[in-house]
């Protein structure tokens, strides 16, 4: 648990960074009383630098670097229990993806691990047409350089992983699409 | 019985981690008289990471499928995984206004006319099928059978986008459960989150969430936890020893599909429900559960 | 007619952006206009002063005043212009600040709008008539509704006064909410020692006339004279027989009747008193368990009374109570925390309600004031509370704050420590509301002398299993999500109007909000009157808050009431509906349409149908004017042409330029 303390000037934040949130995410940050319940009841926020309900109070102040650089929103697994209890009916996990795509888009990366997992994710897509377990897994290790985290699993998995990838006849097409997203940095 | 058909949508997990599950589906609506076409071509709906990295790249890869199923003529789609669903639902979504068929026109050459319906298939069986009509089928009661049901945190959320049963205490299942002749006891955490994708990245939000929803299911003396997504029957299977050794403990708890349970009951054969593949043996608990497994074809035997 | 103008600046309210000195030189050029003035501030005591010397020296018959919304001084000009002894209907006003100033901020268009609105007042009330108000008797009893501690503060004032109270309780005694808890914040008073005095006082008061498990049936009538049906439910007992020994309980067979008093912690007898210091302390029979009312068996209860008050064929009666003012105290009822599926939904047996607390606390409760949990029996060893369940929370439509709950949770985390010194005590709060005097310190105590502890954050989840229950918040000023192991959750939920204040509104037509408290005429000033006069409210009825507030509002109440019934007659509103006979045809829309029963089809002279209003029921809302097909039927005041010279000269400018 890392409680740090600051000392911040307010009215210095970017309310722009603000409007840009709640446009993108269709949620509006002053809605958010920071009663808690959200944090209370997320699964990841133990792993995290900061509690959900923290970065929303930053949204809030428009602090974009503090957002965009942290861990918690490359951690969020959209469980949507934050959303489903929330009182003041924010869906915050649609909050926490934007800044995640937001992040990703803008180039901050707080959480090296999950985004190559994520970014091996959609190049198996890319190349396959479907998810390939073993490769993903194998880029995966390449990239973060950790190759044996998942070899106890080995003997049990490799019964049902294939070594080839099950390509669909749609690849193509597929790989058309992706390449196209991961190209523009245009907006949704 | 008037069979009802529909195209069938596996996902990717289902062609590697989680095969048994598709075999295990594909063998219980067989039995059911529920026709299942596979999409030609399929392709990964993105899930997650396509979603993080543009909400319409998701949408526009699901799209893709959509527009198959059209083309198959099929009047809805159905899959067994979770995630998926919510993929072809949320693409479902941009298909029935301007600015996402607009924004998905942009990645997806040929787009679908609209939107499709989609189930998962325990809704299927439950809603469809009926739980009158399984539990007249039911060949072995499943006596003995402590079931802790755990649906996950996608198959219910959001309530208006899933359109299937509750948020925070859903019933479906337990009920199936119960159809079957199982226990089912009350189980705080049946839609707590496994961990999600997180096992390779970020190992220990999977190893804590999975040690507490298995650790709850022994408190509440269940031997067995039936679950319907393949992300979260990964993550409590595959990964039980690691959730255990974080615990300092042994959980030796079977994880079953749903589709597995229901196809026990229903009779059909232990290979064939893809059992033997599970990294937590089950073995034992079927066999003191059960009879020993019996040739489906005697009919003689569905008089019980 | 000589019509004098007078256009207010209000300061720069209206000055800001309408140039009022060019309005009224505009309007000494309308029709019948003699006099036009512009005002610093027209309803101060110099602004009106200047109208009433004008109407002295001017000669004036009639009066425009240029201001704000007749809501805010309509009443006050009128009089004005009475002392000048004009009649006070022969004024209009011209709303030139909420319908000009404060909604646009062009000068020139704003005075030309302006000078419009008056010249509308000016048509209008060319076409005025004097209108002379009859006066009628006023009863003087007074009616309460609600036995709680804000109906018995008020029926007691009332009664005290001098004026014959009526009180109707729903309940089988009264006492309210305060009767059922164990202790008051911030004093830790002893509730049943409080109220208990005043429950005697309101029984044994000469002037007060207690139903008690009744129910308003019906009301008709209005201010000064309401007539009002009151249902009195069969309690299946003489009461006037009835001593409340007790002897039929003990004999009751059948203990399968929920104990509403207890909060369902328990059951009681078919046959029961509720509580030990009830008023009227009287046995009743709950006729879905009794025996005999369901299956004709038993009967034990009616051998064993001593003076044979048991009756199994007594049935509901209806008494007709007339009074002249009605006070509503209909208190509130709480949240239903089952709604909360992730709080367990109702199903763990050691997650209970703040009243289910009380009641343990109490010592006349069902562990005679042990604190042991309902699934064992045992003593916790750690209590939780959960605050704001029911309250502040848009997802279950309670947005607002109970007011009363930190308070309450506070005094019962102190009562634990009293009953189980080495307990340990967690509060889950959001903020700690402790406005009233000596909350604040009575919060510090329950940290610093009981240590109590506060932990800042909303509860997510919480599960009991093999009798523990865990609960899941948040500690946001550690920036952690927590987790404590409790043996028993009090769950603070909030309030909400009691079951079937909507329907006992529509009764007496009064509004309410969104939530279904009932609406007082103003928020600030106003906080005891209702738009419908003789109607007032006190207690949590309207807006949910603590014992002092309520027993201060059962006092206003009582006040407004004396003031209306100190009188011996009312004025009528003469702004009321009248029949032109010669034009009306009979149909009878306009008594079909009436909200206020007020029109009555009777026969002329000639045996021909007419419409005829009562004047003393009509409220003037116009409604039967729109229905009538001939337009027959007009209301004084506001006449089809009264109102149509207003709209025309509004038109005027249009007509002229096509």
Redesign the interface.
């Known amino acids: 648990?890392k409680?740090s303390s600051k000392s911040i000037k307010l009215g210095e934040g970017d309310s722009s960074f603000t409007s840009e949130v709640k446009a993108r995410s269709g949620q509006n940050p002053s809605r958010c009383?920071?009663?808690?319940?959200?944090?209370?009841?997320?699964?990841?926020?133990?792993?995290a630098d900061?509690?959900v309900?923290?970065v929303l109070r930053l949204v809030q102040e428009g602090l974009r670097d503090e957002v965009l650089g942290s861990r918690f929103i490359w951690?969020c697994?959209?469980?949507?229990?934050c959303?489903?209890?929330?009182?003041?009916?924010i869906?915050v996990a649609a909050l926490m993806?934007t800044l995640?795509?937001m992040a990703?888009?803008g180039g901050h990366v707080a959480?090296k691990?999950?985004k190559?997992?994520?970014?091996a994710?959609?190049d198996s897509?890319r190349k396959h047409?479907?998810?390939h377990?073993?490769g993903l897994?194998m880029e995966?290790a390449l990239r973060?350089g950790r190759l044996f985290?998942?070899l106890?699993?080995a003997p049990?998995?490799l019964?049902?992983?294939?070594l080839r990838p099950?390509a669909?006849?749609?690849?193509d097409?597929?790989c058309?699409?992706?390449e196209?997203?991961?190209k523009?940095g245009?907006d949704? | 019985m008037n069979q009802i058909q529909y195209a069938y949508f596996p996902g990717c997990s289902q062609t590697g981690t989680a095969v048994e599950y598709d075999m295990s589906v594909r063998a219980t609506a067989k039995a059911l008289d529920v026709e299942l076409i596979e999409i030609p071509d399929w392709t990964c709906c993105g899930s997650s990471p396509a979603q993080s990295a543009d909400k319409t790249l998701m949408a526009a890869l699901t799209a893709r499928n959509l527009r198959l199923v059209e083309e198959m003529g099929r009047a809805g789609v159905v899959t067994p995984c979770p995630s998926c669903l919510k993929a072809l639902k949320v693409a479902g979504e941009y298909m029935e206004h301007d600015h996402g068929r607009g924004l998905v026109g942009k990645l997806l050459d040929r787009m679908p006319a609209g939107a499709v319906p989609s189930a998962s298939i325990l809704q299927v069986f439950v809603e469809d099928v009926g739980l009158e009509e399984i539990a007249k089928r039911v060949v072995r009661p499943l006596k003995g059978l402590v079931a802790a049901p755990y649906y996950g945190c996608v198959l219910t959320r959001p309530k208006r986008l899933m359109g299937f049963d509750d948020e925070e205490d859903p019933q479906s299942m337990d009920k199936l459960l119960r159809a079957l002749g199982a226990q089912v006891p009350d189980f705080p955490f049946k839609v707590e989150c496994c961990g999600a994708s997180y096992g390779v990245p970020r190992r220990e939000i999977v190893v804590r969430q999975s040690g507490r929803i298995l650790d709850m299911a022994r408190r509440v003396g269940a031997n067995a936890i039936v679950t319907a997504c393949p992300l979260c029957h990964q993550n409590l299977d595959l990964r039980q020893g690691q959730a255990a050794r974080s615990l300092d403990t042994r959980f030796d708890l079977p994880i079953l599909y749903v589709t597995q349970v229901l196809g026990l009951a229903l009779g059909l054969e232990y290979h064939a429900l893809g059992l033997d593949k599970h990294a937590v043996n089950v073995r034992t608990l079927v066999d003191a559960v059960f009879e020993a497994p019996r040739p489906v074809n005697e009919e003689a035997d569905r008089c019980e | 007619m000589r019509i004098g103008v007078f256009v207010c600046l209000c300061g720069s309210n209206i000055a800001a952006t309408v140039d009022v000195d060019r309005v009224a030189e505009i309007a000494k050029g309308f029709p019948d206009v003699v006099f036009a003035k512009s005002e610093m501030y027209a309803c101060s005591e110099p602004g009106q002063m200047a109208i009433r010397d004008a109407i002295t020296n001017m000669g004036l018959e009639g009066v425009v005043v240029a201001s704000c919304s007749p809501r805010m001084h309509e009443v006050t000009f009128r009089r004005a212009v009475e002392r000048a002894g004009i009649n006070r209907y022969m004024f209009e006003m011209a709303n030139i600040r909420e319908h000009v100033s404060w909604i646009s901020k062009g000068v020139e268009q704003n005075t030309r709008k302006a000078a419009d609105l008056v010249r509308a007042a000016v048509e209008k009330l060319r076409l005025n008539k004097g209108l002379t108000a009859t006066t009628f008797e006023v009863n003087k009893r007074a009616l309460v509704v609600g036995g709680g501690v804000a109906g018995i503060q008020a029926a007691l004032d009332l009664a005290d006064s001098g004026l014959q109270v009526v009180l109707v309780e729903r309940e089988p005694s009264i006492g309210g909410k305060m009767a059922k808890l164990d202790k008051t914040f911030p004093t830790v008073d002893c509730s049943a020692c409080i109220l208990g005095p005043k429950m005697v006082d309101v029984a044994q008061h000469q002037n007060i006339t207690l139903h008690t498990y009744s129910e308003i049936e019906e009301v008709s009538g209005y201010v000064g004279s309401f007539e009002v049906k009151v249902r009195k439910k069969t309690p299946y007992v003489h009461w006037d027989a009835c001593t409340g020994c007790g002897l039929c309980m003990e004999k009751c067979p059948s203990s399968k009747s929920p104990d509403l008093f207890n909060e369902q912690l328990k059951t009681t007898t078919a046959i029961s008193i509720p509580f030990p210091q009830a008023i009227p302390k009287k046995a009743r029979i709950d006729p879905l368990v009794c025996l005999k009312l369901t299956k004709d068996k038993c009967g034990a209860c009616a051998k064993i009374c001593p003076t044979g008050a048991v009756d199994f064929g007594l049935v509901d009666e209806i008494v007709t109570e007339s009074v002249g003012a009605v006070i509503l105290a209909t208190g509130y009822d709480l949240f239903d925390h089952t709604k909360y599926p992730e709080y367990g939904g109702g199903k763990y047996p050691d997650v209970i309600t703040s009243m289910q607390y009380e009641r343990l606390l109490n010592a006349s409760g069902p562990t005679s004031g042990h604190v042991l949990r309902p699934s064992d029996g045992k003593e916790p060893k750690r209590v939780v509370f959960v605050q704001c369940v029911g309250s502040r929370d848009a997802s279950v439509g309670r947005p607002y704050c109970s007011g009363f709950c930190c308070m309450a949770t506070a005094k019962q985390a102190i009562l634990t420590k009293d009953h189980i010194p080495d307990a340990e005590v967690f509060v889950f709060y959001i903020d700690v509301r402790a406005p009233g005097k000596l909350y604040e310190e009575f919060y510090t105590r329950a940290r610093e002398e009981y240590g109590v502890r506060y932990v800042r954050g909303r509860v997510s989840k919480l599960w009991e299993v093999d009798g523990v229950i865990t609960v899941q918040g948040a500690d946001t000023l550690l920036q952690a999500q927590v987790e404590v192991d409790a043996d028993l959750v009090v769950l603070a939920v909030g309030g909400e109007p009691s079951t079937g204040a909507r329907a006992l509104a529509e009764k007496l037509r009064i509004s309410y909000d969104a939530h279904g408290f009932f609406m007082e005429s103003h928020p600030k000033l106003r906080p005891v009157e209702t738009n419908t006069a003789g109607i007032f409210l006190a207690g949590a009825c309207q807006g949910l808050k603590d014992i002092p507030s309520s027993v201060a509002q059962g006092s206003a109440a009582a006040a407004k009431a004396m003031v209306l019934l100190s009188r011996d007659r009312l004025e009528a509103n003469p702004q009321v509906a009248g029949v032109n006979q010669a034009r009306c045809i009979g149909c009878g829309k306009c008594a079909g349409v009436c909200p206020f029963q007020a029109i009555e089809m009777t026969e002329d002279r000639w045996g021909a149908t007419k419409a005829k209003v009562i004047e003393s029921l009509c409220q003037g809302c116009g409604v039967c004017n729109v229905a009538c097909l001939d337009k027959a039927i007009q209301l004084d005041h506001f006449t089809d042409d009264q109102i149509l010279a207003g709209v025309k000269a509004l038109c005027r400018e249009w007509k002229e330029k096509n």
């Not at chain 1, 190559?116 to 970014?119: A, E, H, I, N, P």
């Not at chain 1, 019964?159 to 294939?162: E, I, R």
């Open positions: 648990m409680i009383m920071q009663c808690g319940k959200c944090t209370a009841g997320c699964p990841v926020g133990f792993s900061l509690p309900n923290a951690l697994a959209q469980c949507r229990t959303s489903v209890r929330c009182p003041q009916e869906d993806g995640r795509t990703w888009k959480d691990r999950v190559v997992f994520l970014g994710f959609v897509v047409g479907r998810v377990e073993l897994m995966y973060t985290d998942e106890e699993l049990k998995a019964g049902k992983l294939s099950h669909s006849l749609g690849a097409e597929v058309a699409i992706v196209r997203a991961m523009k245009e949704r």
